[in-house]
Structure formats: structure tokens, C-alpha cells
């Protein structure tokens, strides 16, 4: 069974940069899809954004299109997400989660392993 640790969350003012990883063991991780959720105090979970397992693929929701950028590094069994010009509604807990079909598409079904959750809070 894959796990993921996700670690990089933070304090940070808005307009600021933060850079959040996420390690998954095991050895199929280049075969996965990985994608990148977050849940603010009262929402649901949304999608954030996803890459392919060849990273020839990303999907990016349209609120932080422009500003996240995605990447992935398999050897290394990580996938990070560079975040941009953040903004006080980016806070919130910041989930990365496989997709075992390879997509990484924004689809909340596809996936099936979650990691804990890194809490990312940004100040005006």
C-alpha cells in the first residue's frame, strides 16, 4: 500500500511563494497519476491540480491557473506543487493523493490513497 507525507505548509503573506512536496513510497509511484486537492474551514475538498504519471499531462483548476505549478520528479518519488502569488483564499489544508490509472485529472473518484495534509495559511 503507497503512502504519502506531504510536508512544505506554512505561514505566508499574501502575494508570497510556497513550495509544497509530497513523498510517496513504493516502487510504482511513475506509474501513478498524482494530483493535488485542499479543503478551507467550511468547504468541501476541491481539486487544486493533477499531472500524468509522464507528466506529459496537467490539469489545473481555474482559480490558480497562472499561479501553481505542478511537477514531479520519479525517481525521487515526489511530486511537488509550486505555489505563486498566493492569495487568503488559498488557505487551507493542501492534500496530495494517487491516481492509480495514470491520469491525474481533476476527477475526485479516480483517486484512492490521500496523504494527511499540509496546512497552508496565507495573510492579507
Known amino acids: 500500500q503507497v503512502q504519502l507525507v506531504e510536508s512544505g505548509g506554512g505561514l505566508v503573506q499574501a502575494g508570497g511563494s510556497l513550495t509544497l512536496s509530497c513523498a510517496a513510497s513504493g516502487r510504482t509511484f511513475s506509474t501513478y497519476g498524482m494530483g493535488w486537492f485542499r479543503q478551507a474551514p467550511g468547504k468541501e475538498r476541491e481539486f487544486v491540480v493533477g499531472?500524468?504519471?509522464?507528466?506529459?499531462?496537467?490539469y489545473y483548476a481555474d482559480s490558480v491557473k497562472g499561479r501553481f505549478t505542478i511537477s514531479r520528479d520519479n525517481a525521487k518519488g515526489t511530486v511537488y506543487l509550486q505555489m505563486n502569488s498566493l492569495k487568503p483564499e488559498d488557505t487551507a489544508v493542501y492534500f496530495c493523493?494517487?491516481?492509480?490509472?495514470?491520469?491525474?485529472?481533476?476527477?475526485?473518484?479516480?483517486?484512492?490513497?490521500w496523504g494527511q495534509g499540509t496546512q497552508v495559511t496565507v495573510s492579507s
Open positions: 493523493a494517487v491516481d492509480r490509472h495514470g491520469f491525474g485529472s481533476s476527477s475526485e473518484s479516480l483517486y484512492d490513497t
Open positions: 499531472i500524468s504519471w509522464n507528466a506529459e499531462k496537467t
